[in-house]
């Protein structure tokens, strides 16, 4: 039985991969922060377990690690669902806001992979999978510090897929459009039309577009895809 170890695990597109891949019969453990009542609901669903983790914490990352390892055995897979996003003016960006968009979603993804490699590399395989986001490729108006971390996954995906490749690792990226998570709660309704109007599919994507790309890539199926970014958006911004 594979196993996989998840970041961001309890709501949106890591949710979808936690309650996708238990389902598909992998071991499954998962990250979370805060939300205690999310992670229990999903982990009873499932059977996954839920370890709380700060990501941007590297030794709470490694610390975890450890635990789900027991728990699990070595990952087969490790994917960074973890991310938060804030709208505003670069100019009013505060340093603390930068600081944290980038350790969520940049440098967790960094420690979690860090965490897993050794492992992976006595194995002599894996498949590491970063959930980035179309503004990570093509970038968003007042998203600016949001967007550079998700460009970052995909400097950083492109250079470890070089680096491990050797060791039988694979690395990749999914990115996803706009998709249906608590990440859109900002927008109102008037928004959210024009955004399913400009996706050529005509429909905004769900958590489960995402999971079952994300599936693809950690299975023997992308067993010679390695460095690739794929895109689930469905058209919109292409």
Request: hydrophobic share 40%; with cysteine.
């Amino acid at each position: 039985m594979k196993s996989v170890l998840i970041s961001g695990g309890s709501r949106g597109i890591g949710r979808a991969l936690v309650k996708l891949l238990s389902e598909s019969g992998w071991r499954v453990a998962f990250l979370y922060e805060k939300n205690d009542d999310a992670a229990n609901e999903i982990s009873s669903l499932t059977g996954a377990a839920s370890i709380k983790c700060d990501i941007s914490s590297r030794d709470q990352v490694f610390e975890a690690y450890e635990t789900a390892k027991k728990i699990i055995g070595i990952p087969n897979g490790v994917v960074s669902c973890a991310g938060i996003a804030q709208q505003a003016l670069f100019q009013d960006i505060t340093e603390g806001e930068w600081h944290k968009m980038i350790g969520v979603n940049l440098s967790g993804a960094a420690y979690l992979t860090q965490a897993a490699l050794s492992d992976m590399i006595s194995e002599k395989k894996g498949s590491i999978v970063f959930v980035s986001s179309i503004w990570g490729e093509v970038g968003a108006s007042m998203e600016a510090h949001y967007s550079a971390s998700k460009a970052g996954l995909i400097g950083l995906m492109r250079a470890l897929s070089k680096e491990v490749g050797p060791s039988g690792i694979r690395v990749n990226a999914v990115t996803p459009g706009v998709i249906q998570t608590d990440m859109l709660n900002c927008f109102d309704d008037d928004a959210m039309k024009a955004l399913k109007d400009e996706t050529p599919l005509g429909r905004i994507g769900m958590p489960e577009d995402v999971a079952k790309a994300i599936r693809f890539l950690l299975s023997e199926d992308a067993s010679f895809i390695t460095g690739q970014t794929l895109g689930v958006n469905g058209g919109f911004g292409m």
